[in-house]
């Protein structure tokens, strides 16, 4: 127990600041009885001053609040660097004093029946003692208070003093007895005071430690009684600094409901209702999947899945260089290829020539320089992981997020979801590919969402029973196909399958059938494509055709011209 009177050294008059000018602020400390000045507090400029710097005639008599001879006796006074008046300290009891030596500010608090029980000692440098019997304070301030409408909780005594002073000291205000450390067990150990109140404001400085613990001592309270205020600045008193104390009072009327994580209020989405999210302005290649679909759509995933060797990369690198040349980012993470591969067949593309198959028509520097137009300086940078043949669920959703935060991509690549789990295979300690892919999809699930951005995975489908599989046409693909798990299909958005003509197993056509469709549930034939071994491009049946025309007429306008010429 700290005996704090010091019969040496108390309070024996008010001066003038030689520092701040103050007329009275300078409180001179020392010995009353030979009047021998030990040194001067000014509570205007909040400086300490040395006895031989203060001297001057005796001006005020020092106010004692303490009824406990175990606590500090203090004074009350305005705190011009808080902005709180003598008025508010007097009504919550904060007072300064001398404590070993230095001047501190005291905030006392009183036990269940109003008595002084406890104090909270501050020196200027902000080093907080507790004297007296701290188990028995209850919330600071609370003794002014029995019920009422709202009462404020703060984090600390400076900040109830001025929440309660910037509203007239209209609504009850109290804070915590520890700070936010210890909120849950403050609000326990008041529960019967505080559930008094029929609402209760829970207004905690706007860091993340007092934003978390304003969550957790919401969730100490009943049901709709809880709400949580959001401030401007850090904290109410450095909202008053900053003449924001409107700001403060509207704080207290916005504060919003408290609702454990995850439950909304209809209410929540006003502002947002009237958006049309659905439409997208991002597209696929082919009319088709954008009348249906109507776009691609972020935080979504889309399955693309088909037979073996079928062409399941080419329309997924078809859609990658179709969103790059929309000026989207876009990330590959092509597990069944180099990355060299996944390139050059992308500069393909640009060329319309297949540069993997045949080089014969096109030079090394063409190459070059179709790169470059897709890639080169002030391009728009297409990202790829190099995964050197070994790559688990883990690895990859930590590249994936990389890609998306720090790269700012927005879709991303991945094929293809049966290569990643095979790799994870014995050593994941899952036990079966199917709990793999399922923990694999969840993941990614979650991912689309938080990063906002949207996936394209590329999924094999298992052999069907008889002879006849998926690459000679003889099974369109089904969404019970899919390799590995149910889970492929029941936590994408879109399932869109290739499927192999089967009148002509060995033709380039592919019919594209969307399996499924959250967005508006249409499924079904959407459109066929044919491969053009020259160009290595997979494009619309009508384009193709269309394509083929515009050659026609080219060659028919060439043999024109000769002829003319001849
Ligand atoms: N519609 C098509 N008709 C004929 N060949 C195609 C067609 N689409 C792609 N190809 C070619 O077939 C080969 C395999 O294509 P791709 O790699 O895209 O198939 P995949 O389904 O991804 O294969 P995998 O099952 O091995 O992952 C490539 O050489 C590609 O150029």
Redesign the pocket.
Known sequence: MQITNDEQTEFIRHESCPKCGSSDALAVYGDSATQEVHHGWCFSCQTFQKGDNVDGSYTNTPKRNSSSANLLDGEYNEIKSRGLTEETCRKFNYTTAIHNGEPVQVATYLDENGRPVAQKVRTKSKKFTMLGDAKAATLYGSHLYKTGKKLVICEGEIDAMTVSQVQGHKWATVSLTQGCSSAVKTMKNNWEFITKFEEVILMFDMDSVGQKAAQEAAATLPVGKAKIAYLPCKDANECLLQGKSAEIIQAIYQAREYRPDGIVVATDYRDVISEDDQASSVTYPYSNLNEIFRGLRLKEILLVA????????????EIAYHLHQQGERVGLIML??SNKRSLL?LVGTHMNK?V??DRSEVTDDEIIEAFDDLFGEGRNPVYLYDHWGSSDVDLICQRITYMAKVLGIKWVFL??ISMLCTQMGGSSGFGSERLIIDYAMTKLRTMVQELDIGLIL?S?VKRPDGNSGHESGGQPVRLNHLRGSSSLGQLSDGVIA?N?DSDEPD????HLHILKNRFCGATGYSGT???D?DT?R?VEEELAHLFEQEEDDEETEEAQQTGDSA
Do not use: C, P, Q, W
């Open positions: 088909a037979g073996s060797g079928t062409g399941k990369t080419t329309f997924v690198k069944e290829e067949s297949n993997l198959v094929d293809h590329v094999h290739l192999v033709s380039d056509i592919r494509l044919r491969y071994r290595s997979l």
